[in-house]
């Protein structure tokens, strides 16, 4: 199985901060990584597909990057809206979620 | 628009079976497959299984295998997913997802259900 490990587990952020998540995986999985975004009491939301493409209706200051191995989701101005937890989902081989990044208010 | 509309929540004794329906509107249901994942509370997500809702073929997860069997109802565009020999840590939300194919063989989900919470108690 491939395992997907995020980091931090918890950030502390203000709005306009610039904000970065990593998540890595055990082995080499191409470009095959979803981001999503997920408030309590809420389904997951898609953000980011095929480890940088943007889903539609998702604001630009949310992109993605890496290949491989080592992935970053990166909020270029956290606003109000974005303060929620985030999960990379790896779909190389079967479907394999990282542990969570929750982003809450410094 | 693309809803995902899932079943009330449920309450089971260890050892029985529960039954999670997902209805789907707004794109073509056969073209589509939809996965199942749950999130025990505080957990992260855990994929369960998929079905082609075109042709029915099926995938499950290992940790689930001989426990989990889902179908779909094209006529109704619903799909079910049943969770047998239930045990206290099933207890968790349950989400069905609208899965789009990757040239990996695997799927990302773009758009979920709202989630059924299964509670395991005796």
């Known amino acids: 199985d491939i395992q997907m490990t995020q980091s931090p587990s918890t950030l502390s952020a203000s709005v306009g901060d610039r904000v970065t998540i990593t998540c890595r995986a055990s082995q080499s999985i191409s470009s095959w990584l979803a981001w999503y975004q997920q408030k309590p009491g809420e389904a997951p939301k898609l953000l980011i597909y095929?480890?940088?493409s943007v889903q539609s209706g998702v604001p630009s200051r949310f992109s993605g990057s890496g290949s491989g191995t080592e992935f970053t989701l990166t909020i270029s101005s956290l606003q109000p809206d974005d303060f929620a937890s985030y999960y990379c989902q790896q779909y190389n081989s079967f479907s394999t979620f990282g542990q969570g990044t929750k982003v809450e208010v410094k | 628009q693309v809803h995902l509309v899932q079943s009330g929540a449920e309450v089971k004794k260890p050892g029985a079976s529960v039954k999670v329906s997902c209805k789907a509107s707004g794109y073509t249901f056969t073209g589509y497959a939809i996965n199942w994942v749950r999130q025990a509370p505080g957990q992260r997500p855990e994929w369960m299984g998929w079905?082609?809702?075109?042709?029915?073929?099926?995938k499950y997860s290992q940790e689930f295998q001989g426990r989990v069997t889902i179908t779909r109802d094209t006529y109704a565009s619903t799909a079910y997913m049943e969770l047998s020999s239930l045990r206290s840590e099933d207890t968790a939300v349950y989400y069905c997802a609208k899965s789009v194919w990757e040239r990996s063989g695997w799927y990302y989900y773009d758009y979920w259900g709202q989630g059924t919470l299964v509670t395991v108690s005796s």
């Open positions: 079905i082609n809702a075109g042709n029915g073929q099926t």
């Open positions: 095929k480890a940088s």
